[in-house]
């Protein structure tokens, strides 16, 4: 089902003082695209399945099955867990947060949108920009990952890893430009895999953890004891246990980044108002599930100090691995005995990276297409073709993919982790954006009277939950490279490289704020004045009518109520 005119239906009006500068797109340059005949809508081809799935798919990726196993060596099964299940709790509050926002108006934009409308154009300038500054990093790393997960059985000495980057590349370009629904569908069943996967891989555990593997040993809690349930880092005793959570943040981060994603997708669901809440709502059950399950079973099937881990191994190969060797589950299939095991497991990774490359350069193109909706890219980003396919923005995001190219080198497992470091403190902006401007979307709400019972969904937790998730994302993104400013002889006196891959984002992110309000002059938006409903009546009217056509259609067979009804709450 096609959008009218962006402006027109999205509700995305120009904000004050862009008379003067240009901040968004002018009256003019809106006569323009109404005259012209060109498109600047997308298609609402995503169905709640591709919506559910993609929320879940986008967070499952190499930062869970992979990263959980240097955080554990780091810092022990106790310090993990912890640190897991704090920043789960943030993502969910930033989810509820994000919820509320695009049910009530679910844009093309995004929370791009959101923040230039609710909060500052300013925040949604900088906000927009960091967020593709991520994805247009992110994209080339997976590729880089994929290259390196095949060497797992291919030598790089023996086929160059940029041939499997061009393969990558290609086939992820084509995904994204044959249209939405295809690239739903085959998330849609890529995701799914990766959560049959991580499904399979907890129930493995606990059949290890139980002594169920063939060296039937009945592990229990027997690693919390010996070696322990934490490792000191740094310092040792109880500074050195707290400071061991503390660095486990930046891969707990990672491995939850991408969550936020279904923000991205609103403009292109169908039936947001009902489908981005209940994407919402199963976030918590899914973060308990996924992640909290898992890395507490990791946590009792594999000691932290095991030489197999790349991160106490002295073993250059070991060391640098990448795939299915750096993987805990490969590291607690060893132990148990199971041959066979870490080649399918690297087959699952490699999809892993796949799904996410792929995903990644989709959130990139509509980023840079939202930032042009708000007039804050070039016009020509905003188009799209007759498919509803933004091919500018997604052709520019596919061009820094080629960074992927820099990688080949040997070095490349290094340059992986500064890349992961740098995603991460992007990441973290990025939830700190979504929360500041959903206060002051509940500002505006009840400066204009808009009630609770109004709202197609309500975040839980209120204001409160998100003042408090705010602080929280804050401290993780100041402190999270703490290590950086100790002594460390492997760096000397200080970790230089880390510190700007750790901080980097951080004033680019206010120099974009600080530069966009220099250049424009433009206040904050006050409560009264920000739009809440512009756009709102024409997403009404084209719910109402999807909702219609759906009545017609019935209540679909009994495979389809069954699966709605007790299995859809996985995916």
């Given at each position: 089902m096609s959008r009218r005119n962006v402006h027109e239906y999205q509700g995305d009006p120009p904000m004050a003082g862009d008379a003067e500068k240009g901040g968004n797109l002018k009256p003019a340059d809106e006569q323009e695209i109404r005259l012209a005949d060109v498109h600047h809508d997308l298609t609402r081809g995503l169905q709640a399945r591709h919506i559910t799935m993609i929320a879940i798919g986008g967070a499952i990726g190499t930062g869970l099955i992979i990263g959980t196993g240097s955080a554990l060596?780091?810092?022990?099964p106790a310090a993990v867990l912890i640190s897991y299940s704090i920043v789960g709790f943030l993502v969910y509050l930033v989810m509820c947060a994000l919820g509320e926002m695009a049910a009530w108006l679910p844009l093309g934009s995004g929370f791009t949108g959101y923040a230039a409308r609710f909060c500052d154009p300013a925040l949604g300038f900088a906000l927009g920009w960091t967020y593709w500054f991520k994805y247009i990093i992110v994209t080339p790393n997976q590729l880089t990952a994929a290259s390196l997960v095949l060497q797992y059985w291919v030598d790089r000495k023996k086929v160059n890893p940029g041939i499997w980057i061009t393969i990558f590349l290609i086939t992820i370009l084509l995904i994204n430009y044959f249209g939405i629904r295809l690239f739903g569908e085959i998330e849609f069943w890529l995701s799914s895999f990766k959560v049959v996967t991580i499904v399979a891989l907890i129930i493995l555990s606990l059949i290890l953890a139980l002594g169920g593997g063939p060296d039937h040993d009945r592990k229990g809690f027997r690693y919390w004891e010996n070696p322990g349930a934490f490792r000191t880092?740094?310092?040792?005793?109880?500074?050195?246990?707290?400071?061991?959570?503390?660095?486990?943040?930046?891969?707990?981060?990672?491995?939850?980044?991408?969550?936020?994603?279904?923000?991205?997708?609103?403009?292109?669901?169908?039936?947001?108002?009902?489908?981005?809440?209940?994407?919402?709502?199963?976030?918590f059950y899914r973060i308990l599930f996924f992640y909290i399950l898992s890395v507490f079973l990791l946590g009792l099937i594999v000691p932290y100090n095991s030489p197999r881990f790349p991160y106490n191994s002295n073993d250059p190969k070991i060391k640098s691995s990448v795939g299915a060797s750096a993987s805990?589950?490969?590291?607690?299939?060893?132990?148990?005995?199971?041959?066979?095991?870490?080649?399918?497991?690297?087959?699952?990774?490699?999809?892993?990276?796949?799904?996410?490359?792929?995903?990644?350069?989709?959130?990139?193109?509509?980023?840079?297409?939202?930032?042009a909706l708000e007039g804050k890219a070039p016009k020509i980003f905003?188009?799209?073709?007759?498919?509803?396919?933004?091919?500018?923005?997604?052709?520019?995001s596919a061009l820094f993919a080629l960074l992927a190219y820099m990688n080949v080198a040997e070095e490349?497992?290094?340059?992986?982790?500064?890349?992961?470091?740098?995603?991460?403190?992007?990441?973290?902006?990025?939830?700190?954006s979504i929360l500041v401007t959903h206060i002051w979307f509940l500002k505006a709400r009840r400066a204009q009277g808009v009630t609770?019972?109004?709202?197609?969904?309500?975040?839980?937790?209120?204001?409160?939950?998100?003042?408090?998730?705010?602080?929280?994302?804050?401290l993780i993104a100041v402190f999270k490279n703490f290590s950086v400013f100790t002594y460390d002889k492997s760096y000397g006196n200080f970790d230089y490289k880390n510190f700007?891959?750790?901080?980097?984002?951080?004033?680019?992110?206010?120099g974009l704020i600080a530069g966009y309000k220099i250049w424009y002059r433009q206040p904050g938006i006050a409560p009264m004045e920000a739009d809440l409903f512009g756009g709102k009546e024409a997403i009404d009217r084209e719910e109402e009518e999807f909702l219609r056509q759906q009545a017609a259609k019935g209540p679909g067979t009994p495979t389809q109520q069954f699966y709605k009804k007790w299995v859809s709450w996985l995916f």
């Amino acid at each position: 089902m096609s959008r009218r005119n962006v402006h027109e239906y999205q509700g995305d009006p120009p904000m004050a003082g862009d008379a003067e500068k240009g901040g968004n797109l002018k009256p003019a340059d809106e006569q323009e695209i109404r005259l012209a005949d060109v498109h600047h809508d997308l298609t609402r081809g995503l169905q709640a399945r591709h919506i559910t799935m993609i929320a879940i798919g986008g967070a499952i990726g190499t930062g869970l099955i992979i990263g959980t196993g240097s955080a554990l060596a780091q810092a022990g099964p106790a310090a993990v867990l912890i640190s897991y299940s704090i920043v789960g709790f943030l993502v969910y509050l930033v989810m509820c947060a994000l919820g509320e926002m695009a049910a009530w108006l679910p844009l093309g934009s995004g929370f791009t949108g959101y923040a230039a409308r609710f909060c500052d154009p300013a925040l949604g300038f900088a906000l927009g920009w960091t967020y593709w500054f991520k994805y247009i990093i992110v994209t080339p790393n997976q590729l880089t990952a994929a290259s390196l997960v095949l060497q797992y059985w291919v030598d790089r000495k023996k086929v160059n890893p940029g041939i499997w980057i061009t393969i990558f590349l290609i086939t992820i370009l084509l995904i994204n430009y044959f249209g939405i629904r295809l690239f739903g569908e085959i998330e849609f069943w890529l995701s799914s895999f990766k959560v049959v996967t991580i499904v399979a891989l907890i129930i493995l555990s606990l059949i290890l953890a139980l002594g169920g593997g063939p060296d039937h040993d009945r592990k229990g809690f027997r690693y919390w004891e010996n070696p322990g349930a934490f490792r000191t880092y740094i310092a040792q005793g109880p500074k050195g246990h707290f400071l061991a959570v503390w660095s486990v943040f930046v891969m707990a981060t990672f491995a939850y980044l991408g969550t936020e994603l279904v923000g991205v997708t609103v403009g292109e669901a169908q039936n947001p108002r009902r489908t981005i809440p209940r994407a919402i709502r199963l976030t918590f059950y899914r973060i308990l599930f996924f992640y909290i399950l898992s890395v507490f079973l990791l946590g009792l099937i594999v000691p932290y100090n095991s030489p197999r881990f790349p991160y106490n191994s002295n073993d250059p190969k070991i060391k640098s691995s990448v795939g299915a060797s750096a993987s805990p589950y490969v590291v607690a299939i060893e132990l148990a005995g199971i041959n066979g095991l870490p080649h399918v497991l690297n087959a699952c990774i490699l999809v892993f990276v796949f799904s996410a490359s792929n995903s990644d350069l989709y959130i990139a193109s509509r980023t840079l297409y939202g930032l042009a909706l708000e007039g804050k890219a070039p016009k020509i980003f905003a188009r799209t073709d007759r498919r509803g396919v933004p091919i500018y923005a997604l052709g520019t995001s596919a061009l820094f993919a080629l960074l992927a190219y820099m990688n080949v080198a040997e070095e490349s497992t290094t340059v992986f982790k500064y890349f992961v470091n740098l995603t991460t403190i992007f990441g973290i902006l990025t939830w700190i954006s979504i929360l500041v401007t959903h206060i002051w979307f509940l500002k505006a709400r009840r400066a204009q009277g808009v009630t609770n019972d109004q709202m197609p969904y309500v975040s839980p937790f209120g204001m409160g939950g998100s003042i408090g998730a705010l602080i929280g994302c804050c401290l993780i993104a100041v402190f999270k490279n703490f290590s950086v400013f100790t002594y460390d002889k492997s760096y000397g006196n200080f970790d230089y490289k880390n510190f700007i891959t750790g901080y980097l984002g951080i004033p680019l992110y206010l120099g974009l704020i600080a530069g966009y309000k220099i250049w424009y002059r433009q206040p904050g938006i006050a409560p009264m004045e920000a739009d809440l409903f512009g756009g709102k009546e024409a997403i009404d009217r084209e719910e109402e009518e999807f909702l219609r056509q759906q009545a017609a259609k019935g209540p679909g067979t009994p495979t389809q109520q069954f699966y709605k009804k007790w299995v859809s709450w996985l995916f």
